[in-house]
Each structure stands twice: as structure tokens, then as C-alpha cells.
């Protein structure tokens, strides 16, 4: 548990026994907002519930008086040396410096554990993300949504969560149909055939060298058979290439998914009728203008929406329902986490109703939408592949600027957030690049420890409770900072706080380098710096982990 969720708990205590004392009169209770106040003259934490209970507090109306009277049944705490209300009716607490010593040896002693939390209690999260149909390579924008799915399974497992990574594939419907049509036609071209890519189809140039890699490796033969077979067998092989295409560039991303779900096997195993038939039985489905509709403005959507078209083809969003009825009712998932792209936007309130009209509660359903990436060189804009000429693909990233920028980049905005990716700034080896930054930081670390190992210097008997200057003292408190991390990505969903953390970190490292030698000829200081600097590194690198970014030691 986190300091700033054990200081929530324990007031909420002490304001019912304040209550119960007959000093407060408050009968419901307001969400109690533990806070960092920016100027640490005000403490470590503070809160402002005093102000909150006093609009309707009948035993006074002053927020200085009902945050004394609160105050008076806080107990003492380890964590905390000083407690005290200032005006307006903040409570402010000062972490005690004693106990801070002392989680550099928890830290130490439970090593890469440090910081996991259980808040959720064993409950089972499916995340779906990336989830790109098989028609095409990934671009940049896929990659920004596959790193934050991967990094929030991470964290939600380091919170207590059971997790299962799921990609889910669109090999259905009439999208595939249109990649098959055009591959055909792109095979054709190939023997000298003239043939026309469909004015529906893909026309980027990778369908070009598709179609040429099958074409060597499966010669003319489609040619000879009927066009329909030709072009269904043409569209599997070109599925399976592209998929394999989509596997190695993740694996290069350092993401990787416990389950590969096929949208076609929600029509093979039946769950499409049975999803179906549940929403007819709810009273949510109808028939107009030769289409099967589903009411969702019955449900608070804007508009009702078609489940099956005229021409008796489910559509995406019958898809998705039953995909939804598959992971919810058959495999029982607690929570599911979808992360979609910025064109999905829409899709969010037609799903919410859906889940209500399935009889599962909306709440259980989490959707993160993952806006834009605009590529950059420093002020140009990048608009097209200097390989092809065509769409910048996630591989050309990666090859270009290294898959720990990538990830980390990735991370520095908020998901609902449009981003500037600048591939000048990533690949600069300077405090200017934030990942090499924080990356210098673990690898500087890694330097003093091997420094202090070529010395014959043993720390393990380091007392920590001299660590009692400004700068020590501002390294462990921001270090004891992360489980409240992963407390937060757990319950909101945002792990671009990571990138701000380890940046944080690696900030208060590095001016604590500057201002504390660490091996030095006071032995006994020596011994407690070197144990402080190998806490610090733990954490950074577990903080790097869970953003699935190396910690280098040399560089």
C-alpha cells in the first residue's frame, strides 16, 4: 500500500471517530483527495477534506476547526513525522525522515518487487489492443497504442491484476474481402496480366512486393484455377504474411500477446447467434429498411445502429458485440481494456449501450482512445517513407531510432493527447533525449557499483540512517514513489506517468550525484551512499521495465 493510500484510509478513520466523539456532524462523506502540494514548504501530502466537509458541517463552519478537531484522532504513524493544519483548512504531513532511511533497505531487501501493490486483488483484465486488421503493415500510430497496452498490462499486473494480452484479428468481413481482390490483381500484374486494383482496395506499395514474393514462391498456378478460389487462396496466404509482417515488428517493440483471436471463430463457435439472440431477447433489436438495426438510442446512444445490412453481411459492430458476449459471459473476465485507434471514437457509446443491453454493467468495459503521432525532424514535418515513397511504417521507426526511444517516446503523452514524435531528438545522445537521459542515470549508477565492486568495497553492512542530508533525503522520496505510481496508472489508466516519473527520478539522481560524492574516505558514509545508489537503481530499473525499456549498464 502507498503512503498517500494508507494517509486516505487513516483519515477517513479519524473523521469517524470524530463523529462519533460528537465534534463532527457530517453524515456522508466526501472523497478524500491526498495531494503533493508543489512547494514542499507545505509537506510531503496534503489535503483539503476539511474544506470540502465544512459546506455542510453544523458543529462549525470553520475549515481551520474541523481540520483540528480531525487531526486530534490521526495516530502516529512511522511514515509520518509531523502533522499539522494550516489556513485555510489544509492538513498537511511531513514524511518522517527516520522512516525514510529505512526504505532503502526495503527497497533493497525486496529488489524488483518493490512498488507492486494489490489493489486488484486477483481480478482477471483482458487487454485488447493494436488489433490492426491484416491488411497492411503497422504505422506509427499502431505503435503508440501497442506500447501503452503493453506497458498498462505491466503495471496492472505489478497491481494485483491477473492479465491476459490479447490481439484481436479482423479476418473477416469486407475489408479482407477488398485486400484479397487487390492482391489478385497485384499477383496478375506480375506475369504480365493487365488488371485493375479495385477502386475499394489497397494501393500502398507493399502490395506490390507481396504480391511478388508469392508469386515467386508460389510461381503461376493461380492463374489456372477459378478466380474466385484463386482469390480467396491468394487472400489467406497474404493474411498469413501480413500477420507474420505485423508478429516480428511487435517482437521488435518488445510486445508480445498471450492470445491471437480470430474473428472468424465467433461465426465458427456460435457466439455471433448467441450474442444475437441475447439482444432480441432484451427487446433492443429491430428490423427496418431491409436491415437488422440495433436501438441503441433506447440506451443513451445518439443513434441506432445497424447489426446486419440489407444484403444479410453482419457488420463490424455485430462483430464486436459478440466479441464482447465471447469475453465477458464465456470467458468471464472481470474488466476488459480495449485500446483503440482515434477513428474509433465513435464506436464508444454504441458499445457502452450494447454492454447494457448484453445485461453486463458498461462500467466493466474500459476503452482508451489513442490519438494521433505526427512525425517530425526537428520543426519538418515527415509525411512520407523515404524507402518507398509511401506510408512510414512502424519497422522504419524502430530500425531508425531503437526500440527503447520508440517506447519511451510513446509514453510521454496522455493517450487522449495528440503527439509530436521528433526522430532528430530521439536518437541524440545528450540530457536533451529524454530516454538517454534517464538511461545515463541507471548506467551511471551501474558505474559508481562497479567502481565500489574493483575496490573490494562491501556495503551490505551500510547504515542507512545516515542519510540525513537535503539532497539524500529528496533521492528517497522520490524513489518511495512508486508504488503510489502504480496506484495511479492502476485506477486510471494512464501510463504515460511513467515517463514523468522516471524522468523525476532520474532528475533528482543526478543532482544528488553532484552534490554527494558517494565513494569517498568518510567509509561509513560511503557505505550508506553505495546502499542509497543501488535502491535508486533498482527502482529505475524497475520503473524501466515497466515501460518495457532497457536499463543499460554502460553507456
Known amino acids: ?20 466523539e460528537g465534534l463532527l456532524a457530517c453524515e ?81 531487501d525486496n529488489a524488483l518487487s518493490f ?8 481480478k482477471s483484465v483482458q487487454i485488447e489492443f493494436v488489433s490492426v486488421n491484416p491488411t497492411g503493415p503497422l504505422h506509427v500510430g499502431h505503435g503508440r497504442g501497442a506500447v501503452l497496452g503493453s506497458t498498462l498490462a505491466n ?7 491477473k492479465l491476459q494480452k490479447e490481439y484481436y484479428i479482423n479476418d473477416a468481413g469486407s475489408q479482407l474481402d477488398a485486400f484479397s481482390r487487390s492482391l489478385y490483381a497485384r499477383y496478375q500484374q506480375c506475369f504480365g496480366v493487365e488488371a485493375e486494383v479495385p ?49 516480428r515488428d511487435l517482437e521488435l517493440l518488445g ?29 433492443y433489436v429491430v428490423e427496418k429498411e431491409n436491415a437488422v438495426w440495433f436501438t441503441s438510442s433506447a440506451l443513451g446512444d445518439d443513434k441506432d445502429n445497424v447489426l446486419v445490412r440489407s444484403d444479410g453481411s453482419p457488420t463490424y459492430f455485430a462483430s464486436d458485440i459478440a466479441y464482447h458476449f465471447n469475453k465477458f459471459m464465456e470467458r468471464k473476465f472481470d474488466i476488459v481494456v480495449d485500446v483503440w485507434g482515434a477513428d474509433h471514437q465513435g464506436h464508444v457509446p454504441r458499445m457502452m449501450a450494447a454492454m ?50 520508440c517506447r519511451f517516446f510513446f509514453l510521454s503523452r496522455s493517450a487522449d493527447a495528440q503527439m509530436d514524435f521528433d526522430l532528430e531528438l530521439a536518437k541524440k545522445q545528450s540530457a536533451d533525449n529524454p530516454v538517454y537521459y534517464v ?76 552534490q554527494c560524492r558517494v565513494i569517498s574516505r568518510n567509509r561509513e558514509l560511503t557505505l550508506a551512499r553505495l546502499k542509497l545508489v543501488k535502491a535508486v537503481q533498482t527502482v529505475l530499473a524497475k520503473t524501466l521495465g515497466l515501460m518495457g525499456v532497457s536499463a543499460p549498464e554502460r553507456m
Request: aromatic share 6%; charged share 25%; net charge neutral.
Open 439 to 514: 538511461q545515463y542515470a541507471h548506467a551511471r549508477i551501474c558505474s559508481i557499483l562497479r567502481l565500489a565492486q574493483e575496490r573490494g568495497i562491501d556495503y551490505s553492512s551500510g547504515d542507512v540512517s545516515l542519510l540525513t542530508t537535503e539532497p539524500e533525503q529528496a533521492l528517497i522520496k522520490q524513489m518511495v514513489l512508486l508504488p503510489e505510481m502504480i496506484e495511479l496508472i492502476a485506477s486510471t489508466l494512464e501510463p504515460h506517468h511513467l515517463f514523468y516519473f522516471a524522468q523525476d527520478l532520474a532528475t533528482t539522481f543526478h543532482s544528488f550525484y553532484k
Open 155 to 161: 503495471v496492472l499486473s505489478a497491481a494485483g491484476y
Open 356 to 405: 447494457s443491453a448484453l445485461g453486463l454493467a458498461p462500467e466493466r468495459l474500459k476503452i482508451i482512445i489513442c490519438q494521433l503521432v505526427t512525425l517530425r525532424r526537428g520543426k519538418e514535418v515527415v509525411r512520407v517513407s523515404k524507402r518507398s515513397g509511401d506510408i512510414i511504417t512502424l519497422r522504419e521507426v524502430i530500425d531508425e531510432v531503437g526500440a527503447d526511444a
Open 28 to 108: 456522508s462523506l466526501p472523497e478524500i483527495v491526498i495531494e503533493r502540494p508543489q512547494n514542499l514548504k507545505h509537506g510531503d501530502y496534503a489535503t483539503s477534506i476539511a474544506l470540502k466537509l465544512a459546506r455542510a458541517e453544523t458543529k462549525t463552519s470553520n475549515p481551520v476547526d474541523i481540520a483540528e478537531r480531525i487531526v486530534r484522532f490521526i495516530p502516529k504513524l512511522p511514515e509520518v513525522g509531523r502533522v499539522h493544519v494550516v489556513s485555510p483548512g489544509f492538513i498537511n504531513f511531513e514524511l518522517n525522515p527516520e522512516w525514510l532511511c529505512g526504505q532503502v533497505q526495503v527497497v533493497l
Open 199 to 247: 477502386a475499394d482496395g489497397y494501393l500502398g506499395n507493399y502490395m506490390v512486393s507481396l504480391a511478388e514474393e508469392i508469386a515467386r514462391e508460389e510461381g503461376r498456378r493461380f492463374l489456372d484455377m477459378p478466380v474466385k478460389s484463386a482469390t480467396e487462396e491468394l487472400g489467406e496466404i497474404g493474411v498469413r504474411k501480413i500477420l507474420g509482417m505485423i508478429k
Open 1 to 20: 500500500m502507498s503512503v498517500k493510500h494508507k494517509l486516505a484510509e487513516v483519515l477517513q478513520h479519524a473523521i469517524v471517530r470524530a463523529r462519533q
Open 255 to 283: 510486445v508480445e500477446f498471450d492470445v491471437w483471436f480470430s474473428e472468424r471463430s465467433l461465426y465458427s463457435g456460435g457466439q455471433y447467434e448467441k450474442a444475437m439472440s441475447l439482444l432480441k431477447k432484451s427487446g
Open 115 to 122: 512498488g507492486d501493490v494489490d489493489i486488484g486483488g486477483g
